[in-house]
């Protein structure tokens, strides 16, 4: 990565009610586990590709590309449901809150073409669609408390848990910062599903 690369990543932001129902639990789970570093509630959101670090240049031209996918899009709905871990709950890293809708599949899928044609390699992975809720952190994932805290395996034993629904009709490129504090996630540039032209961050 270059000194002047942008660690960046093409997502949708979590928003209604579903995001009002993750953030309640993120509370919940904030108050009674230990040794997890939260996802902040600003930068929830599901993301759809992964770009590493990236010159400024080449992120501003696949911001064209990016506009193309968006336009020929229609906004539809995000079913958030469900929690799980990576790579289990049994033994995990990470924590996640689940997202489901027929077509987001295949917007995953055609926002990894439209990066692969500016050079960006293709997705090997399923696409596994979720919103970050936490990492363990290092101290924890080394000690014997590498496990998923009690009150996330109690909603799991709960069953197929619902936080509501998301709205997904637009597309945003962010820059990912890395700090002590956590990330910050700047948009670069958002796309309106059904609609030519940039929205501004």
């Known amino acids: 990565m270059g000194t002047d690369d942008v660690r960046s990543f093409v997502a949708i932001t979590l928003a209604g009610d579903g995001r009002t129902g993750v953030e309640a639990l993120l509370r919940r789970l904030q108050a009674d586990a230990t040794g997890i570093a939260w996802t902040k509630p600003e930068n929830l959101h599901v993301t759809l590709k992964f770009l590493g670090g990236v010159s400024p240049k080449r992120l501003e031209a696949l911001g064209t590309s990016l506009a193309a996918?968006?336009?020929?899009?229609?906004?539809?709905?995000?079913?958030?449901?469900?929690?799980?871990?990576?790579?289990?709950?049994?033994?995990p890293r990470a924590f996640w809150v689940g997202v489901e809708s027929p077509l987001l599949g295949a917007l995953a899928a055609a926002v990894d073409v439209a990066c692969a044609s500016h050079g960006f390699p293709r997705e090997t992975r399923v696409f596994r669609a979720h919103v970050t809720l936490g990492r363990m952190r290092r101290s924890a994932a080394r000690g014997d408390g590498r496990q998923a805290p009690a009150p996330l395996r109690a909603l799991v034993e709960d069953g197929d848990t619902a936080f509501g629904r998301s709205p997904a009709d637009t597309l945003t490129l962010f820059r990912s910062d890395l700090g002590p504090g956590g990330a910050r996630h700047t948009p670069l540039g958002s796309w309106v599903f059904g609609r030519e032209g940039v929205a501004p961050p």
Do not use: E, M, N
Request: net charge positive; glycine share 18%.
């Open 69 to 91: 996918v968006a336009a020929g899009r229609k906004p539809f709905v995000l079913d958030v449901r469900g929690i799980g871990g990576f790579p289990s709950l049994a033994r």
